[in-house]
């Protein structure tokens, strides 16, 4: 068997000639591995969709699913590397991204700074709610060897009393941050707001940073490593305890700056936010392969096109239902992901 | 100034306020009876009770309301389609990972509750359903004039009745159920699936007879909660109603039907109390300090107690 390191580097090397994926590779002629094959897919079916809608609805709907694809993937890149790392199915992890958006209403409104520095501030206030849960909650029942069933109830715990808590101090009243959601930007025929554009570039910096983190830097790879295979990474000599702590930081702090960005995007919040966006984050992680970094991120931005697009077939009240209808039908016919290894799964 | 936690005993000693808590904790108790079946004895995590619920709460309130049936039709139909959904759900999502298991069985109550919001026409939508209740409440009367004259004024007394029968019928109904040999399975494939399986026994068909059977007792709390409000909306089946349920099922205890009732007097209790605790708070304040309780509830006692009340340790399919 390869080393953790090694493997996690290389997921798609050992999926090749497996699954659905594969075989829509094949049919795809050329196609190497899932990835190959997810572009082809996504290819195939923005080419079906512009031929019965026209490529400016097609393109206008991409667009938008750029905008959420990117909080999604900057909130499922955490939920992934936290299963990974500690076999942790937070539920939690969507009110993570309430906190950091009411953080940034706490900073950017009441206290009147400017957005960029609340939304600074948001992100390390979630890091620091993440590694506090860690300390208090996880790390003591980890020690204790607790089942999964207990750490369930108890991420669910914890995401009662973040949700409602919040709830208590600002109450159910949609609030606002400081920002101009109307003005919008037109290029090529397509409209984006000029706040929904600032999203996807912070989105994307963030995203591409953090897959050059995973990859190039010694922590980035070691948590890839300990996501892969804890035993095996302990026993080369990786010091764990701080892995997982920086995990928390890493995985709470991008919850809490996704949670800024939604707010930013859709123009309010509401203490139920990051729980409607949970499942959303859970489509995005099992699309992905859970416990897969790169593939939570392809999989948070493929459900916000999925999303989209789907507006242009059903009522877009529905939007949500599909990524819902998305999670099921992965899970059914190919559980282990886009990216994933199968063993994870049964 | 005022204090800031004045509290006022008079609610607790009113008769409306304990008929109040018991329809609720009688059809929390009916509801967490099918947790208490597939979590505390098969070993599956199902997070997806609230969708039951809803499932045959609808089924019914339609079959009456749109498509003109009695009530007492209506009921074993909705009961007969709640089941049918829990096989549904379960034929494919059974061969997962118990906690892939739970995430799509919370995907599954979305979608449900989604539906209810959405398809208007036979829902109403965030409107509501109204008007399914008609011959319960005739039924309610009759019995009302069976009781002594003192409580003629407590009309929710019936439904009291009522539902607590059904705690008990469906109670003993379980606990015979799970000392017969079917029961052994599902406790055999709870402490260890290959050994059941290498004895011969369809561990699938067995979880899928679990997840039915809680899918109907859902369906039978939807009745009760339906009742109780006259009118049906998406707001009642959230999934926070589901850990309401396994806050129930762990303080009552796992592994323990008899638990599950004691439980929700305990929980429902103190949920409804919170509504007489005069704090300085708006009503929707005070609704959150109510979930904030159950999470600490739920964490605290995970961690501190998690064989609750009356569950025995060495039956606690906690640590696996």
């Known amino acids: 068997m390869a080393g953790p390191a090694d493997s996690a580097l290389a997921p798609a090397r050992r999926e090749r000639s497996r699954g659905a994926g594969a075989a829509v590779a094949r049919l795809t002629g050329g196609g190497r591995g899932p990835l190959a094959a997810t572009t ?109 069933l207990q750490l369930l109830l108890m991420t669910l715990g914890l995401a009662f009393v973040i949700r409602y808590g919040i709830q208590m101090i600002w109450g159910t009243l949609p609030r606002r941050l400081d920002v101009d959601v109307t003005a919008s930007i037109g290029f090529l025929g397509l409209r984006i707001g000029r706040t929904e554009l600032i999203v996807v570039i912070v989105g994307f910096v963030v995203l591409i940073a953090i897959g050059v983190m995973l990859r190039r830097s010694s922590l980035g790879r070691q948590m890839r490593a300990l996501s892969d295979d804890m035993s095996l990474a302990e026993a080369t000599g990786i010091d764990t305890d701080r892995v997982v702590v920086a995990t928390w930081v890493f995985a ?25 966006l949970l499942l959303s984050l859970f489509a995005a992680v099992i699309l992905g392969g859970i416990g897969n970094a790169y593939g939570a991120l392809a999989g948070g931005l493929l459900l916000g096109l999925a999303q989209e697009w789907s507006t242009l077939l059903f009522d877009p009240r529905w939007k949500v239902a599909v990524g819902f209808a998305i999670l099921i039908a992965v899970l059914i016919v190919r559980p282990q992901g886009l990216f994933g290894r199968r063993e994870r799964t049964l | 100034m005022t204090p800031v936690l004045a509290v006022s005993f008079d609610a607790l000693t009113s008769a409306g306020f304990w008929i109040g808590v018991g329809v609720l904790a009688g059809t929390y108790a009916i509801f967490t009876l099918g947790l208490q079946l597939n979590v505390g004895f098969t070993g599956i995590i199902n997070f997806g009770q609230a969708g039951f619920m809803a499932i045959g709460a609808y089924a019914m309130g339609i079959l009456v309301v749109r498509a003109g049936w009695s009530l007492w039709a209506a009921l ?156 049906l909306s998406p707001e009642s089946f959230e999934p926070q109603f589901t850990f309401i349920g396994f806050t129930i099922l762990i303080l009552g205890g796992l592994a323990s039907y008899v638990g599950v009732a004691l439980g929700s007097v305990i929980i429902w209790t103190l949920l409804e109390a919170t509504r007489f605790v005069d704090l300085p708070l708006a009503a929707e304040k005070v609704a959150a300090l109510r979930f904030v309780i159950v999470g600490v509830a739920l964490i605290v006692l995970v961690a501190f107690r998690p064989q609750g009340i009356v569950g025995k340790r060495e039956e606690m399919v906690l640590r696996d």
């Open chain 1, 40 to 148: 082809a897919l996504v290819a195939a079916l923005a080419l079906a969709l512009v031929v019965g809608y026209g490529l400016h609805d097609v393109a206008q709907r991409a667009v938008n699913g750029l905008v959420s694809g990117s909080y999604f993937a900057l909130g499922a890149v955490g939920l992934t590397l936290v299963y990974g790392t500690l076999r942790l199915v937070n539920f939690a992890h969507g009110d993570l991204l309430t906190f950091g958006a009411y953080m940034a209403f706490m900073a950017n409104v009441t206290w009147g700074l400017p957005l960029a520095v609340a939304a600074l501030f948001a992100l390390v206030a979630t890091a620091a709610l993440g590694v506090l849960s860690e300390r208090v909650m996880w790390r003591p029942m980890r020690g204790r060897g607790a089942g999964l």
């Open chain 1, 252 to 276: 709470a702090g991008l919850a809490g700056l996704a949670g800024v960005l939604y707010t930013a995007a859709i123009g309010t919040m509401t203490p139920n936010l990051g729980f409607f």
């Open chain 2, 76 to 231: 074993p139909a909705a009961t007969a389609i709640a089941t049918a959904a829990g096989v549904l759900l379960g034929l494919p999502s059974l061969r997962l990972r118990a906690d892939y298991f739970a995430i799509v069985t919370i995907a599954f109550a979305e979608i449900v509750r989604y539906v209810a919001q959405n398809a208007r026409g036979l829902t109403g939508g965030n409107q509501g359903l109204l008007g399914f209740d008609d011959e319960w409440l005739d039924l309610s009367d009759r019995i009302l004039g069976w009781l002594p004259a003192s409580v003629q004024d407590q009309f929710l007394l019936p439904l009291l009745i009522v539902v607590w029968i059904a705690v008990a019928l469906l109670t003993g109904l379980l606990m015979l159920l799970q000392r017969s040999p079917w029961g052994r399975v599902l406790r055999a494939i709870r402490e260890d699936e290959d050994a059941a399986r290498a004895l011969g026994k369809n561990v699938l068909a067995y979880k899928l007879q679990s997840i039915a059977l809680a899918a109907a007792l859902g369906a039978i709390a939807g009745y009760f909660l339906a009742l109780n409000l006259s009118f």
